[in-house]
């Protein structure tokens, strides 16, 4: 056995254990190791045999399934981005990875997760459709259509500790142990939408009903998201008017209106489409 071989064998049983803490920072002392055997191929080379780009996918998808773990996100994208010519070019000399559609899915959620819709339009051109059948890759999709449909309110089934899919949907949630900060960041988004839409449709709400729009478990949770939606709002707009709690009620203001004096056949219209969003949460 080379010191390749000896050192992605150490990387992957390290991966296969709790790599938590200590074992973190062995992953980390193997990776940067063989970095620099894999900085001698050029994967451009038609001479580079096949066993060596078998070795060099296993140990990228090894480090990515780390990353991920990690929540390390920039050093996932740089190993995805080398990933890219094994799962996409050299797809018909290799064969399948294991990993291939955990690692495509995640992808897959982190640009749903960072809006960036175009690009994840251009992967799935380039998924063949039998790998688009996994229950992975098909889980994401339908998260996909889930928000272009706005059924934001499935969206937050995302954020449950219990996992459970959206309902109505044939596709199971992913399982893998790496999604979840994705999928926290894409309830968090539909989260905000169903907040923005709330305030442009109600002067005012009962704490408890607001907490059911949002799905959010108690007045305390409630309360949490008010004080970050407040600070996210200023954030956007620093005229923005925030929520306020008063007699277990909501007061929202109507900001929309109140700033900007909008005309009233076009803020009946503006209302009646978020009017329909919300029948869409509800």
Same mark, same amino acid.
């Given at each position: ?109 982190? *640009? ?5 819709? /175009?690009? #994840?339009?251009? %992967? +799935? =051109?380039?998924?063949?459709? @039998? ?11 339908? *998260? ?5 449909? /706005?059924? #934001?309110?499935? %969206? +937050? =089934?995302?954020?449950?500790? @219990? ?120």
């Amino acid at each position: 056995m080379d010191q390749f071989d000896l050192h992605l064998s150490q990387l992957q049983k390290a991966y296969q254990t709790n790599f938590k803490s200590t074992k973190f920072e062995t992953c980390l002392f193997l990776i940067d190791k063989l970095k620099d055997f894999t900085a001698h191929y050029n994967l451009s080379n038609p001479n580079v045999d096949k066993e060596s780009l078998l070795k060099i996918r296993t140990f990228l998808e090894t480090a990515a399934l780390i990353f991920l773990e990690a929540n390390d996100t920039e050093n996932f994208k740089s190993l995805y981005s080398q990933l890219q010519p094994f799962y996409f070019d050299l797809n018909n000399i290799l064969p399948k990875s294991e990993h291939m559609t955990t690692i495509l899915s995640m992808w897959m959620l982190h *640009l749903l997760s960072d809006n960036k819709i /175009g690009d #994840l339009y251009m %992967l +799935l =051109e380039k998924i063949p459709n @039998d790998v688009k059948q996994d229950d992975k890759i098909a889980f994401v999709i339908n *998260l996909e259509r889930l928000m272009m449909e /706005g059924n #934001l309110h499935q %969206l +937050l =089934e995302l954020d449950t500790q @219990d996992g459970t899919p959206p309902q109505g949907r044939t596709a199971s949630r992913c399982h893998d142990r790496c999604g979840s900060e994705y999928y926290k960041i894409i309830a968090s988004t539909a989260r905000n939408k169903i907040a923005s839409s709330i305030e442009l449709c109600y002067r005012h709400l009962s704490l408890d009903y607001v907490s059911n729009l949002l799905k959010l478990k108690n007045r305390n949770e409630t309360l949490d998201f008010i004080s970050y939606y407040n600070q996210y709002k200023l954030q956007q707009d620093p005229e923005s008017v925030p929520w306020k709690v008063a007699d277990n009620y909501v007061i929202f203001q109507n900001e929309v209106g109140a700033k900007h004096k909008i005309p009233s056949r076009e803020l009946l219209s503006n209302s009646l489409e978020y009017l329909h969003d919300l029948e869409k949460i509800i």
